[in-house]
């Protein structure tokens, strides 16, 4: 089983920088979408960011939109979530997810349309 692993969470100040990376377990698996979902205390998971790796359309949640950038290197199997402009309402634990086939556009913000998933990683934007 494939498994996804997060990094780069860290407690950050208001207006400050992060960048959180995602690893496949297995050089091998070969995604055609991923994305980053984020969860705050009681609340449900939420999108953030999705990019389609078969035609490299991204999609962002509104909020985040100038904000953050969804990006991925191949050589190292591994995406990226970019964040600037961080403030308190970014803190969450951050999950990685990806899917091996195609999402609808429709259903790129649903977490049940991603089969793989990384236990994520905390980001904390506080003073």
């Known amino acids: 089983q494939v498994q996804l692993v997060e990094s780069g969470g860290e407690l950050v100040q208001p207006g400050g920088s992060l960048r959180l990376s995602c690893v496949a377990s297995e050089d091998t698996f070969t995604a055609n979408t991923m994305g980053w979902f984020r969860q705050a205390p009681g609340k449900e998971r939420e999108f953030v960011a999705a990019?389609?790796?078969?035609?490299?359309?991204?999609y962002y949640k509104e909020s985040v939109k100038g904000r953050f950038t969804i990006s991925r290197e191949n050589a190292k199997n591994t995406m990226y979530l970019q964040m600037h402009s961080l403030n308190p309402e970014d803190t969450a634990v951050y999950y990685c997810?990806?899917?091996?086939?195609?999402?609808?556009?429709?259903?790129?913000?649903?977490?049940?349309?991603?089969?793989?998933w990384g236990s994520g990683t905390q980001v904390t934007v506080s003073s």
């Open positions: 990019l389609r790796l078969y035609d490299g359309n991204r």
């Open positions: 997810a990806a899917n091996r086939n195609r999402i609808i556009t429709s259903a790129l913000r649903r977490p049940e349309s991603y089969g793989y």
